[in-house]
């Protein structure tokens, strides 16, 4: 049987899946290792004087990792550089955040290449690759020059930009050409899949038949594979014990007030500041909500190196004092905004507290948490979901309510409704939400995506049904 080599920037599986504090993705994955015998290769996040190449082999949570360190010019050129400062701004429409500097490009090729030779001999025969996420797109290409004849696919985890974006990015042409070299190439969303394919249908002048590129003798299927959470293990996880003691210290807390729920890496992508302004909006707009609601906001800091985010740290730190200054009562916050990573059972408890889960990203290639909020609703009295039009989840989640982000009336609005919504239409919607999270679980993703690479030559179209409000670049 042929094993699956999961190749990703960072490896992280959570040692154990109710406690750690694994995003989105490293719970994805050890999910698929765990149910293939395979292995997770990738940055150990270290940096060493030399590159050398060695590999260091674990076994993390049940699963085969193989460690790689890197040097401390790579992490600059290529990890903080090239992916966090070039593809990560660019990928989520924030052009104007995007560095374009020449050693970024060159530090993120030689990473690859050197990724690519320190792989490619643990790679046998029948072995699928699976290869993660923006920081390594040309890998297939660099895998390909050293001989390795396997299926290799690529999953894509955040957006695919508009083409006249991505034609700003220096050697576009060059970074999309290596994509061909994959077998099959993922995305989150039909936007996604459409933005790229009218990239190489109208830069590369590429022909789509049936979701298959045909350049250079090989075959390249593209298709949109959305991802999901381990969807009825979160929903089991918000009923035991710590989730309850979350549940209760909160609901305690509240001291019969609603809450408003937001939880995020803090990045610019995810719109913690429009969120912040449109639930003061609400504030202006319903001051009869004042003293009867308050929005928690988890945010972990993440990326510290790059200056952008020290800037979005320090401005969301202004707004919600700011916020808090001007509304604040001798027993009522308006805004609690808490810095720091929680369990994964705190946090399924802490979102079945929640009222409302406000989901506001200006762009998101999936979002998990739109997934985790509802998972961990109480079936008898479910909270509501305000989600921005431009998260991926959007398109599967139409049952929620739909808001553009970058409108602090329509997202006060959205508040105001949610906050009133009676239970019947609550469960209705909830239980439809429920039914999409669960039947296109983390599993569902990983079969879809697995079997897409395994056939050859052509698999079973995977796209979604057309979604029913176009979501592409319309705000
Ligand atoms: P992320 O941008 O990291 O992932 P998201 O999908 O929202 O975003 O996942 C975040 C994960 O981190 C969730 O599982 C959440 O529970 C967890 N998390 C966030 N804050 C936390 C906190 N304070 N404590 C504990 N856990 C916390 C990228 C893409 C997304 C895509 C995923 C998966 O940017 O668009 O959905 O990959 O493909």
């Known amino acids: 049987m042929s094993r699956l080599i999961v190749v990703s920037n960072r490896v992280n599986p959570p040692a154990d899946a109710g406690v750690g504090t694994a995003g989105g993705l490293a719970m994805a994955l050890a999910a698929a290792l765990r149910e293939y015998s395979g292995v997770w290769f990738g940055w150990s996040g270290e940096t060493v004087e030399t590159f050398s190449g060695q590999i260091s082999m674990q076994k993390v949570g049940g699963v085969t990792v193989a460690l790689v360190d890197l040097e401390e010019q790579d992490r600059e050129e290529y990890y903080d550089g090239y992916a966090n400062k070039t593809l990560w701004p660019l990928f989520h429409s924030r052009t104007d955040l995007a560095a374009f500097e020449r050693s970024f490009g060159e530090g993120y090729e030689r990473v690859n290449r050197r990724f690519a030779e320190t792989l490619a001999p643990l790679i046998g025969p029948n072995d699928l690759v699976w290869i993660h996420d923006y920081h390594l797109i040309p890998l297939a290409a660099e895998l390909r020059r050293l001989g390795v004849k396997n299926r290799i696919g690529f999953f894509l985890h955040i957006p695919w930009p508009g083409r006249h974006q991505m034609t700003t990015l220096p050697q576009h042409r060059e970074l999309v050409e290596t994509m061909l070299a994959y077998d099959v190439v993922g995305f989150q969303t039909n936007d996604a899949l459409e933005a790229f394919g009218d990239y190489i249908e109208r830069e590369l002048e590429l022909a789509i038949d049936d979701g298959v590129i045909t350049a250079n003798g090989r075959k390249t299927r593209i298709g949109a594979f959305p991802i999901g959470i381990e969807a009825q293990d979160f929903a089991d996880l918000a009923t035991q014990d710590v989730a309850r003691e979350a549940f209760e210290r909160v609901r305690y807390s509240q001291a019969g007030r609603k809450m408003i729920l937001g939880v995020d890496r803090l990045d610019y992508s995810k719109g913690l500041e429009e969120r912040f302004l449109a639930y003061e909006q609400l504030l202006v707009d319903h001051p009869d909500w004042a003293e009867h609601v308050f929005l928690l906001q988890i945010a972990t800091p993440s ?56 989901v506001t990203p200006l762009r998101d290639g999936m979002n998990l948490v739109a997934k985790e909020y509802v998972a961990a609703q109480d079936p008898e009295d479910p909270g509501v979901l305000v989600l921005s039009k431009y998260a991926g989840a959007a398109e599967q989640m139409q049952d929620a309510l739909i808001i553009n982000p970058f409108s602090r009336e329509e997202t006060s609005e959205a508040l105001g409704r949610a906050l009133a919504m009676p239970l019947k239409e609550r469960i209705a919607r909830w239980r439809r939400l429920m039914d999409g999270v669960l039947a296109d679980d983390v599993s569902a993703w990983r079969d879809r995506f697995v079997a897409a690479l395994r056939s050859d030559p052509r698999p079973a179209p995977v796209l979604l049904p057309p979604p029913s409000e176009k979501m592409a670049n319309d705000g």
């Open 303 to 358: 990326r510290d190196a790059v200056q952008a985010y020290q800037e979005i740290r320090a401005r969301l730190d202004g707004v919600s004092g700011r916020i808090n200054g001007a509304y604040a009562t001798v027993d009522w916050v308006p805004i609690r905004y808490v810095n720091r990573g929680h369990r994964r059972d705190e946090l399924a408890g802490i979102y079945r507290a929640a009222q409302v889960g406000l």
